[in-house]
């Protein structure tokens, strides 16, 4: 009587197995059941209550709503609050604008990955359908006049689901890679590489003296202040003075077996890769060098120290270089 009465127990237990709240479901049907949202619930017990949201969209259910669907059906929910919720999701494949972007390049005839072109896709949002469908998005009723302006229309179709036809329409045009500023630089302060970016701007239009790689600027000092997102030009950089006048230097002269090296004084201002002219007080001589770093030049091949002496003004002598 006693094993009789334990079995009749447990499976009194079973019968009545308390209902679980799942906090995430992910649906792939157009209906949301509430099996969907409590885990333990019997197939006798199971209906269906209301719509899914859209493909690839969500809707939250509260505790009050939950505890309420819980009554209705009268489900033995003892961790029923107000606090809890559960979000629903309509699980969806979507077809991303680059991946758009990437099919009207292979449909256009244009290479998969350059910066001479570029797409201006008119308003288009992704496209959303059922993941069970594995059919990959194609384009039809192609037209495309790149004589003239440019300008694309096509159907972006997926097979058997018509529904899921959607217009695109747009134009390619030619770019070039500019350099780009990240952020502000004020006038005066040294463009680094950190400042830079390398982007696609339309040609036409752009200043014949627009830059295309970092080098062409980094070092450089902006002559104004320079904004974010401008084109750098070649007019708005000057060449940051690395030798003041009158500066002490190091004077360089090397060669594939040697190197030596003296200390001077600066005759003039220079920029890297400036000539300038320097003097070394104690030969006595006028050196002629290049700018290779601050306070520093290396020697021109070639070049012929002037002695001091017999010029009392050297720089009335030889000009400026």
Request: charge should be negative; proline fraction near 7%; charged fraction near 20%.
């Amino acid at each position: 009587m006693y094993k009789f009465f334990v079995a009749c127990l447990c499976f009194f237990v079973f019968e009545t197995q308390a209902a679980t709240l799942r906090s995430h479901v992910i649906l792939h049907g157009e209906k949301v059941h509430l099996s969907d949202i409590f885990d333990g619930i019997d197939k006798e017990q199971d209906t269906e209550l209301g719509d899914a949201p859209e493909l690839g969209q969500s809707y939250v259910v509260s505790g009050t709503q939950l505890t309420a669907i819980a009554a209705q059906f009268n489900l033995d929910w003892p961790d029923a609050s107000p606090l809890v919720s559960t979000t629903i999701t309509r699980d969806a494949r979507i077809f991303s604008r680059e991946e758009i972007l990437a099919l009207l390049r292979t449909s256009l005839g244009l290479p998969a990955a350059s910066m001479d072109t570029q797409i201006e896709l008119n308003d288009t949002k992704p496209l959303v359908f059922p993941r069970e469908q594995t059919a990959q998005p194609y384009l039809k009723d192609v037209v495309y006049t790149p004589e003239s302006n440019g300008a694309f229309c096509a159907t972006l179709a997926l097979d058997q689901f018509p529904s899921f036809e959607f217009p695109l329409s747009g134009r390619v045009v030619h770019t070039r890679s500019v350099l780009v500023l990240r952020r502000q630089v004020l006038a005066g302060n040294p463009i680094q590489l950190d400042d830079l970016e390398i982007l696609a701007r339309r040609d036409t239009n752009l200043p014949a003296d627009i830059l295309h790689e970092s080098d062409e600027a980094v070092g450089f000092t902006a002559r104004t202040t320079l904004m974010v997102g401008q084109p750098l030009r070649a007019s708005q950089l000057v060449h940051p003075i690395l030798i003041e006048k009158n500066a002490p230097i190091v004077m360089s002269f090397v060669t594939p077996a040697m190197r030596v090296t003296a200390t001077g004084v600066a005759l003039e201002s220079g920029s890297r890769n400036e000539t300038i002219r320097a003097v070394n007080p104690s030969a006595h001589v006028i050196i002629v060098g290049r700018v290779v770093d601050r306070a520093q030049i290396e020697i021109l091949p070639g070049s012929t120290p002037i002695p001091m002496d017999q010029h009392t003004d050297p720089l009335n002598k030889f000009g400026r270089l």
